[in-house]
Structure formats: structure tokens, C-alpha cells
């Protein structure tokens, strides 16, 4: 199992998950101290952008950081300098009581 199945996001019914991730080696050639950070700054947009294409497709998107990022990187083939930032998990909607309880005003 690649993910964590949480009641909020059960990676393993979605039917895409994509993982963003960073070379932390090129951004500290590239931006210096603060490489780490615009990386994951750069990431953020990314998913904005993937987020923004399911929505206009019918599909939800969902971020969650419950996964191995050693397994990760080895099912890739990946090295130690590749940082998995998050998941994001593609799929339909489903309310739940917990998590999106019905509104009565």
C-alpha cells in the first residue's frame, strides 16, 4: 500500500494519484538557502494547475502527505535528492457525515 486510507481520501479506490516532488540538489544550485522553500512554493502552483483541470473535468483533487516517500522514490527510481512533497489524489466527490456534515440554517 503506496498511501495511507484515510476516511478523508481513500487513495486506493481514486483513480489517479499524483505525487509532486522536487530535486532539493537543483533548487539549492539554482535559488541558493531558500531553494527548499521555492521548490515547494513551485509545487503548490503545480498542483493549483492540477487541481483547476479536474474541477473543469468533473473530478476533485486532493492534496494528503500520507504516504512512504521511500517507497516513493524507489518505485520511481528516484534518488535521495528527489523530495516527494505530497500527493495529490484525483477522483469523485463523496460527502461524508464526518467530514462535510449537512447545512441547516
Given at each position: 500500500?503506496?498511501?495511507?486510507?484515510?476516511?478523508?481520501?481513500?487513495?486506493?479506490?481514486?483513480?489517479?494519484?499524483?505525487?509532486?516532488?522536487?530535486d532539493?540538489?537543483?533548487?539549492?544550485?539554482?535559488?541558493?538557502?531558500?531553494?527548499?522553500?521555492?521548490?515547494?512554493?513551485?509545487?503548490?502552483?503545480?498542483?493549483?494547475?492540477?487541481?483547476?483541470?479536474?474541477?473543469?473535468?468533473?473530478v476533485?483533487?486532493?492534496?494528503?502527505?500520507?504516504?512512504?516517500?521511500?517507497?516513493?522514490?524507489?518505485?520511481?527510481?528516484?534518488?535521495?535528492?528527489?523530495?516527494?512533497?505530497?500527493?495529490?489524489?484525483?477522483?469523485?466527490?463523496?460527502?461524508?457525515?464526518?467530514?462535510?456534515?449537512?447545512?441547516t440554517?
Open positions: 500500500m503506496l498511501c495511507d486510507r484515510t476516511p478523508a481520501v481513500n487513495t486506493a479506490k481514486a483513480p489517479a494519484v499524483v505525487f509532486l516532488g522536487v532539493r540538489l537543483a533548487g539549492d544550485r539554482w535559488f541558493g538557502a531558500r531553494g527548499y522553500r521555492v521548490l515547494h512554493q513551485e509545487a503548490g502552483i503545480v498542483a493549483q494547475r492540477i487541481s483547476v483541470l479536474a474541477a473543469a473535468a468533473g476533485s483533487a486532493r492534496i494528503t502527505n500520507g504516504y512512504d516517500d521511500g517507497l516513493v522514490r524507489q518505485l520511481i527510481g528516484a534518488g535521495p535528492a528527489y523530495v516527494p512533497v505530497f500527493a495529490l489524489v484525483l477522483g469523485r466527490r463523496r460527502a461524508t457525515a464526518q467530514y462535510e456534515p449537512p447545512l440554517w
